[in-house]
C-alpha cells in the first residue's frame, strides 16, 4: 500500500511563495507519476502539475510559469515550487502517485492520493 503525506501549505499574500512537499512511503517499485492538483470550495479537482522518472512535466495552463514541479526519486518524494501566489490559487493541494507512465493531468489518472494540504493566498 502507498501512503502519500504532504506538507508545506500555509497562508501567504499575494505575490508570495510556498513549497510543498510530498513524500511516498510504502514498498513503491518500478516506474510511476506523481503529480499535484487542488481543489477548492465549490469547485472540481484540477491538475497542477506532473513529472514521471525521466523529469518530464506537464503543468495546468493556469500556472503560466509561475509554479515548478521536481522529483527526489531515491526518497520517492515530490515538491512543487510556487511563486506569484495568486488569491485565485487558495485550495487544498493534494499529491497523488500512479504507477506507470504519465499520461495527463486529469485526476482520474492516479490511484494513489495523499490527504491534502491548505494554501490560502490573500489579497
Known amino acids: 500500500q502507498v501512503q502519500l503525506i504532504e506538507s508545506g501549505g500555509g497562508s501567504v499574500q499575494s505575490g508570495g511563495s510556498l513549497r510543498l512537499s510530498c513524500a511516498a512511503a510504502?514498498?513503491?517499485?518500478?516506474?510511476?507519476?506523481m503529480g499535484w492538483f487542488r481543489q477548492a470550495p465549490g469547485k472540481e479537482r484540477e491538475g497542477v502539475a506532473r513529472i514521471d522518472l525521466g523529469g518530464n512535466t506537464r503543468y495546468g495552463e493556469f500556472v503560466k510559469g509561475r509554479f515548478t514541479i521536481s522529483l527526489d526519486n531515491a526518497q520517492h518524494s515530490v515538491y512543487l515550487q510556487m511563486n506569484s501566489l495568486k488569491p485565485e490559487d487558495t485550495a487544498m493541494y493534494y499529491c497523488a502517485l500512479e504507477y506507470g507512465y504519465c499520461s495527463g493531468l486529469q485526476p482520474t489518472e492516479y490511484k494513489y492520493w495523499g490527504r491534502g494540504t491548505q494554501v490560502t493566498v490573500s489579497s
Open positions: 510504502g514498498y513503491i517499485f518500478g516506474t510511476y507519476c
